[in-house]
């Protein structure tokens, strides 16, 4: 599919933003529930209580749409990365970044399991993105982690799988919940329980890299 999915910034009003996040919230589930082939404007526009005529307004076509809503997930996935800096402390960065990744997988599962399925399906609608924008982000990402091992504030590891590692660990508590029920005969997950998780988490990744 080579028509492209991304649109410049967009900077819309008070009311027409809560309008398309409604429609994007929509989205989202429906995408989910039907997947990109069995997924319906009109669903989404009853679902988001607008008339079918608004998604198309903020949307060309269901492409725009469902790119609009992975986009806006690796948005927020990503924002705390975004302003790293070589002159950060690495401790304190990776456990921000950590713990925002685990809150959303708890306050934004839905959203962790689409992208899921579109990575496993081979990213047919995100490639063109993660080509280009998104492979320079990692590269200054890691040339960030490089500046830590070089300043000595972190072992010498591949900042690429630090980075990996961090997205697995926390995404899984979203995307394979069912899993993570079973094996811990638990309920349901609770806020403590993905506090407790980033915990963990935290301390395996920053021991294992030598920061603390």
Same mark, same amino acid.
């Given at each position: 599919?080579?028509?492209?999915?991304?649109?410049?910034?967009?900077?819309? @009003?008070?009311?027409?933003?809560?309008?398309?996040?409604?429609?994007?919230?929509?989205? $989202?589930?429906? #995408?989910?529930?039907?997947?990109?082939?069995?997924?319906?404007?009109?669903? %989404?526009?009853?679902?988001?209580?607008? /008339?079918?005529?608004?998604?198309?307004?903020? #949307?060309?076509? *269901?492409? @725009?749409?469902?790119?609009?809503?992975?986009?806006?997930?690796?948005?927020?996935?990503?924002?705390?990365?975004? $302003?790293?800096?070589?002159?950060?402390?690495?401790?304190?960065?990776?456990?921000?970044?950590?713990?925002?990744?685990?809150?959303?997988?708890?306050?934004?599962?839905?959203?962790?399991?689409? #992208?899921?399925?579109?990575? &496993?399906?081979?990213? /047919?609608?995100?490639?063109?993105?993660?080509?280009?924008?998104?492979?320079?982000?990692?590269?200054?990402?890691?040339? &960030? #982690?490089?500046?830590?091992?070089?300043?000595?504030?972190?072992?010498?590891?591949?900042?690429?799988?630090?980075?990996?590692? %961090?997205?697995?660990?926390?995404?899984?508590?979203?995307?394979?919940?069912?899993?993570?029920?079973?094996?811990?005969?638990?309920?349901?997950?609770?806020?403590?329980?993905?506090?407790?998780?980033?915990?963990?988490? *935290?301390?395996?990744?920053?021991? @294992?890299?030598? &920061?603390?």
């Amino acid at each position: 599919m080579t028509e492209s999915i991304l649109r410049g910034p967009y900077k819309p @009003g008070r009311i027409r933003e809560q309008s398309r996040e409604l429609i994007l919230q929509a989205a $989202e589930a429906e #995408f989910a529930c039907h997947g990109f082939r069995g997924a319906t404007m009109q669903r %989404i526009a009853e679902s988001a209580q607008v /008339p079918k005529a608004n998604i198309h307004y903020y #949307f060309s076509n *269901k492409l @725009g749409l469902y790119g609009a809503v992975l986009e806006n997930t690796l948005n927020l996935w990503d924002a705390i990365f975004n $302003e790293l800096a070589s002159h950060d402390e690495p401790a304190d960065v990776l456990s921000c970044y950590i713990d925002a990744k685990m809150d959303f997988s708890r306050t934004h599962p839905t959203a962790s399991r689409l #992208f899921a399925k579109e990575m &496993i399906s081979g990213a /047919p609608h995100l490639s063109a993105y993660l080509q280009q924008d998104y492979r320079l982000w990692f590269k200054q990402r890691m040339s &960030i #982690f490089e500046s830590w091992v070089a300043q000595g504030k972190m072992d010498d590891v591949e900042p690429a799988h630090v980075i990996f590692m %961090i997205w697995a660990s926390t995404q899984y508590y979203a995307d394979f919940e069912p899993q993570i029920l079973i094996a811990t005969q638990t309920p349901r997950l609770t806020e403590q329980s993905f506090t407790s998780a980033a915990d963990s988490i *935290k301390h395996i990744i920053l021991k @294992g890299c030598g &920061i603390c």
